[in-house]
């Protein structure tokens, strides 16, 4: 059994202040995925150091490393930002979607291919999607692009799957609520970005013509929520007027070895590291 945990930390270094190196050690899944790190890398490296201290006993990055990290940084300054890490081998990781050359979209995708201690071998992709803005037609051309080029990687790790090569799971903040379960006010959201049905219309795409599993909700059923955002305005944490916007989408035969998820919602407003809590789902593999 490996736990796979993706969460979008909302400034790393904001995120460190706040404690979740105490999480990591509480914590340490298998492979953790981290959106919006939004940090240069000379400031990364060290703060992922000091977490990897929490993370593994005795973790040296680098050096018959007991923990892989990958990272790909935004060339915006303070947006965006990806990384990866696992105590599992690495044997490959690819940073990028092919086709995006433009600045804003970088820092939004890597990829790692991982081998478990079985010997399963699957394809990790941490991913961030754009938040776009129903009001601004250049943000909005800029989420529709990125979504556009994973639909060409999707259908390349799909093929792959399905002829007997690596599985594949993408984990991340997609700034997307799916359906009416995934959102508290609905109606309401309609016109917004992140419940729009041009990319409602794209996570359709996912699951029906690429055939990946939103694993989270095949194992929570249709029941409403639960949630992995809420706004910091007002009382929408402490009243759970949330989204759920953070995914694993697996292959199907990974989703099949799926047993239970946990969405690590903090206790209380002020105990938490980010805006989003984990989301974290065990596979028997």
Known sequence: MITITTSNVNGIRAARRKGIETWAGRNAPEVWCMQEVRAPQNELDPIIH?????????????????????????????????????????????????????????????????????????????????????????????KYRFLDAMLTRMG??????????????????????????????????????????AERAYVDRWIDEYEFVDVMRELA???QGPYTWWSQRGRAFDNNVGWRIDYQFATPELAETARGFVIDKAPSYDARWSDHAPLSINYDV
């Open 50 to 142: 000091e977490i990897a201290s929490e993370y593994v006993d005795a973790a040296v990055i680098g050096d018959e490393a007991d923990l892989h990290a990958a990272n790909e940084v935004c060339r915006v300054k303070g947006r965006a930002g990806v990384a990866l890490l696992t105590d599992l081998p690495v044997t490959a990781t690819r940073y990028g979607l092919a086709g995006l050359d433009e600045d804003v979209d970088s820092g939004r995708w890597i990829e790692s291919d991982i081998r478990t201690p079985q010997g399963y071998e699957l394809t990790v992709a941490c991913v961030y999607v754009h938040a776009g803005n129903a009001d601004d037609s250049e943000k909005m051309s800029q």
């Open 156 to 197: 390349e790790l799909r093929d792959e799957a399905a002829h007997g090569g690596r599985q594949a799971v993408l984990c991340g903040d997609f700034n997307i609520a799916h359906t009416p379960l995934d959102i508290k006010n609905a109606k309401a959201n309609e016109t917004h970005a992140g419940f729009l049905p």
């Open 221 to 223: 059923g249709d029941i």
